[in-house]
């Protein structure tokens, strides 16, 4: 199993990108939160196993249609199986 933490920089707030980002991780069966940063980025926080998590990061690297993304950075941690969920952390 596997953990990370994703940034994703661009146009991804005010477009429904959490939203979709709790939808994908839902699908996939991935399990953490996602949230907004004062700086303008999107962080998510993601468990799952391998192949949950390569899925979920190149959902993330698409956004949704109204959003721009420009960067994404991807920190692997240690795994912590500390969720029960996906959901939108505020």
């Known amino acids: ?3 990370v933490k994703v ?3 661009g146009i991804v707030q005010g477009v429904g990108f959490r939203y979709f ?3 994908i991780a839902r699908e996939l069966g991935v399990k953490g939160y996602v949230m907004n940063l004062n700086d303008g ?3 998510a926080v993601a468990e799952g196993s391998e ?3 390569e899925k979920f990061i190149s959902a993330l690297k698409q956004g949704p249609p109204s959003a721009i993304v420009k960067g994404v950075e991807v920190i692997e941690e240690e795994f912590k199986n500390e969720f029960d969920d996906f959901r939108v952390k505020f």
């Open 7 to 9: 940034y994703v920089s």
């Open 1 to 3: 199993m596997k953990r």
């Open 41 to 43: 980025r999107v962080l």
């Open 51 to 53: 192949e949950q998590i």
């Open 21 to 23: 980002t709790t939808r």
